[in-house]
């Protein structure tokens, strides 16, 4: 037990200091070094630079591609207008009627497309606002559509989105943003479903009881410090929204999602027709790290969509950037800070996997899931997600830590790794959202209500309502295999 403190305090303490606004750039560090004076066993220095450092730097190597590119996507599509002219051609077709639908739809097409689900609260947030006084629905529900249209399904169900969340395990399980497309989909479908469900039935069940939209100022707020520290932990771009944004020639619709359809065909077209194509031996040569096309299409096929659909962005829009440079500039600083903190999670987790204690810890998940390797990732994915309020936090720890035992398991027990690789995923955002949660405290602190107002449908929308469609898929992967 007193073993186990060395990781737990430890994790603890990250919480309750990034909840307060702390970065994760010196809590990581910090706490890394606290676990292994509290274990023993290990040289804090050599922990530090050895562990701690080498696995913060594998992550960054692996991934800033895609922070990069996706930050730089997220910034175009906000700064040409394309964001908001989908969110209104959505609403204008759905109308007020469907209020949540709207919201939900608005945030999930933009969310899928790339765009970072910071962007999408600050762009769908007004938007929101105004259709949900009209209809007379209680503004309380918004933070919950919000949460249901860009936390859940298209952040790690849906096949081929480029999300972070779906490209982390592609290097640990070679498979690409494609895996288990049918897990995928119906994941995706009994998160909206029930999600849907539930928030019409709350907000009928509200307004028949005679309760509007409220008495509320809806200007739109300042990120303070605690709102950009919690957005930037779970790898969110901070956007603040300039007068002179709010009034601008918005791009048609067709035009405005011809980017995010670019992304998802190219990404699916490299990975079917142009990979199986390509020469490809060379790879396993040590000046590309001795790695194989099928640790490495998966990203590859990301990077080349978001490039394809950012150069279509800035040559179709071009005239619509007040300052294209600030746009490219500001897009590429905004992928910095995301990732450095992202991979100091994973420099923390590697030194908590360097501990004699974490062996306990690894015994007894594997113990519970009674050798069932999707059971396994699972359970370690919740519970690392949950406990850091992260959910590519979570994820890389779990996989940077037993990646390797989750394939061999899986290969020893004939699990298929697209199987792994979609439950990995949706594990990620199962748990995640709990009140510690950067995402849930930046979309509150957008929508200027507390979590008394709003979180307890949060909580069904993005962590109960995820959770059973993880359930689901696990039955369905282990009684059919990946699929």
């Given at each position: 037990m007193i073993d186990l403190l060395g990781i737990l305090l430890p994790l603890g303490l990250l919480m309750f200091f990034a909840f307060r606004g702390i970065t994760l750039l010196l809590l990581a560090p910090v706490m890394a070094v606290l676990a292994v004076l509290l274990s023993g066993g290990l040289s804090p220095l050599a922990a530090f630079t050895q562990v701690f450092m080498i696995n913060t730097a594998d992550f960054i190597l692996a991934f800033f591609p895609l922070f990069f590119l996706g930050a730089i996507f997220g910034k175009l599509m906000d700064d040409s207008g394309a964001a908001e002219a989908i969110a209104r051609w959505v609403i204008g077709k759905l109308g007020t009627a469907n209020a949540i639908l709207a919201v939900v739809i608005c945030c999930a097409v933009l969310t899928y497309g790339g765009v970072s689900l910071f962007v999408v609260a600050f762009a769908i947030f007004p938007i929101a606002a105004a259709l949900f006084r009209d209809a007379g629905v209680p503004k309380r529900f918004i933070p919950g559509a919000i949460a249901l249209g860009a936390f859940t399904f298209t952040m790690s169900a849906l096949p081929g989105t480029p999300a972070i969340q779906n490209a982390i395990p592609m290097p640990y399980f070679g498979t690409t943003a494609f895996a288990a497309p049918g897990l995928g989909i119906i994941a995706a479908l009994i998160m909206f479903g029930l999600g849907m469900v539930w928030l019409n039935r709350r907000a009928t069940s509200a307004m028949a009881t005679g309760e509007g939209y409220g008495q509320h100022d809806d200007a739109m707020p300042e990120p303070d410090t605690v709102m950009r520290a919690q957005a930037q932990n779970?790898?969110?771009?901070?956007?603040?929204?300039?007068p002179s944004e709010q009034v601008r020639t918005l791009p048609s619709f067709w035009l405005a999602i011809t980017p995010i359809?670019?992304?998802?065909?190219?990404?699916f077209l490299f990975v079917e027709f142009v990979v199986p194509r390509l020469e490809t031996a060379y790879l396993a040569e040590p000046l590309f790290g001795s790695t194989?096309?099928?640790?490495?299409?998966?990203?590859?096929a990301i990077v080349v969509a978001l490039t394809a659909s950012i150069l279509f962005l800035i040559f179709s829009n071009y005239r619509r950037f007040p300052d294209i440079r600030e746009t490219l500039n500001k897009g590429a600083d905004a992928a910095v800070l995301p990732i450095f903190n992202t991979a100091s999670l994973v420099g923390f987790g590697g030194v908590i996997a360097a501990l004699p204690a974490f062996t306990q810890v690894t015994d007894g998940l594997l113990a519970v899931s009674d050798g069932n390797p999707l059971v396994s990732v699972a359970l370690s994915v919740t519970t690392l997600s949950a406990l850091t309020g992260s959910a590519s936090g979570g994820m890389s720890i779990a996989l940077d830590a037993l990646g390797s035992t989750f394939v061999a398991l899986a290969n020893s027990t004939g699990t298929s790794l697209e199987a792994m690789h979609r439950v990995t995923s949706v594990a990620s955002g199962a748990l995640d959202a709990l009140p510690h949660n950067g995402a849930v405290i930046t979309v509150l602190g957008i929508a200027q209500l507390t979590h008394k107002d709003s979180y307890?449908?949060?909580?069904v929308t993005a962590v109960l309502v995820p959770f059973i469609a993880l359930v689901a898929i696990i039955i369905l992967a282990s009684l059919f295999g990946g699929f």
């Open positions: 779970e790898g969110f771009d901070v956007i603040e929204i300039e359809v670019i992304v998802v065909a190219v990404n194989s096309i099928e640790a490495v299409r998966g990203v590859w307890f449908d949060i909580f």
